[in-house]
């Protein structure tokens, strides 16, 4: 079945650095998306993205999907204590949401 | 915009019980809802499909009459743990999408500890 790994499974920066996670899929997906969970917390929806090589952005956060949508990353620029949190991947198939790995991203000063 | 309602946060039970997890959609009608199970510091693993009016899918693996489904309304599902066990412990998250909806509102997850 389908697999989506996520790599590094954890991250530790300091308040400034960037960050990036990367999502790799066994087959070609049909679109990505990205939730952030925060600790304790329930997945909250960031994007969705379609389109072969698509780039989309939300200020500090941007996304790509791979030209041959088999993979996606979320890269965020200066991070900030309020990015601590775990970054998943997930694809959407047959009305099913598959999610990734994650990503667990811990910031601090 | 679209809010999950799941209930309860927290439940803490004897071995053998079973307890009931609810989760509701409070301003759409929810066609579809999906229950995803998380273990400590891992990703949610999808447990079952519940449409409404019809019997749950549930993925490989998942005891149907173990974890009981139930979608009798477009606003309502639940979830039933049966005879939980310890190893049951595990943090509990509904979603829904409203028809058309290739997006899933989360509720906010039920953390159930098995004593």
Known sequence: G?????IPQYQHVQEGEDFTTYCNSSTTLSNIQWYKQRPGGHPV????????GEVKKQKRLTFQFGEAKKNSSLHITATQ????????????TASKLTFG???RLQVTL | GAVVSQHPSWVICKSGTSVKIECRSLDFQATTMFWYRQFPKQS???????NEGSKATYEQG???DKFLINHASL?????????AHPEDSSFYICSASGSGANVLTFGAGSRLTVL
Not at chain 2, 44 to 50: C, E, V
């Open chain 2, 62 to 64: 998942v005891e149907k």
């Open chain 1, 2 to 6: 389908q697999q989506v790994m996520q």
């Open chain 2, 44 to 50: 949610l693993m999808l447990m079952a499909t519940s």
């Open chain 1, 81 to 92: 204590t309020t990015d601590v949190g775990t970054y998943f991947c997930a694809s959407l």
């Open chain 1, 45 to 52: 929806f960031l994007i969705q993205l379609v389109k072969s």
């Open chain 1, 101 to 103: 790995t994650g990503t």
């Open chain 2, 75 to 83: 606003t309502l599902s639940t979830l039933t743990v049966t005879s």
